[in-house]
């Protein structure tokens, strides 16, 4: 599975970003998708993860301003990004989970959010 996003960049505080995640090879093995991120002198942590039923789940930092979304071809990913805080200013990693047996992650891209 390879995993190729797109998106990032910078922004102002309370600006919207979108992000994109391109998915091929064998997703058809691919029962989870979603978005990682890692800020600077921190951990990587799930940032909003789609399972395969349409079950969203947010990490509580971004609950109500990002919004995870698939097309009906689950082969194209988005995070849209409102309200950005400096603190959502990171690299931001596409992420496939197969039943938790394979993962695959893109290369990630990075978002700034600074005045």
């Known amino acids: 599975v390879r995993l190729v996003e797109s998106g990032g960049g910078s922004v102002q505080p309370g600006g919207s970003l979108r992000l994109s995640c391109v998915a091929s090879?064998?997703?058809?093995?691919?029962?989870?998708m979603g978005w990682y991120r890692r800020a600077p002198g921190k951990q990587r942590e799930m940032v909003a993860v789609?399972?395969?039923?349409?079950?969203?789940h947010y990490a509580a930092s971004v609950e109500g301003r990002f919004t995870i979304s698939r097309d009906d071809t689950r082969t194209t990913y988005q995070l849209e990004m409102n309200n950005l805080k400096p603190e959502d200013t990171a690299v931001y990693y596409c992420?496939?989970?197969?039943?938790?047996?394979?993962?695959?992650w893109g290369e990630g891209t990075l978002v700034t959010v600074s005045t």
């Open positions: 090879g064998s997703i058809f093995s691919v029962n989870t």
């Open positions: 789609i399972q395969d039923g349409g079950t969203t």
């Open positions: 992420h496939a989970e197969a039943y938790g047996i394979e993962h695959y």
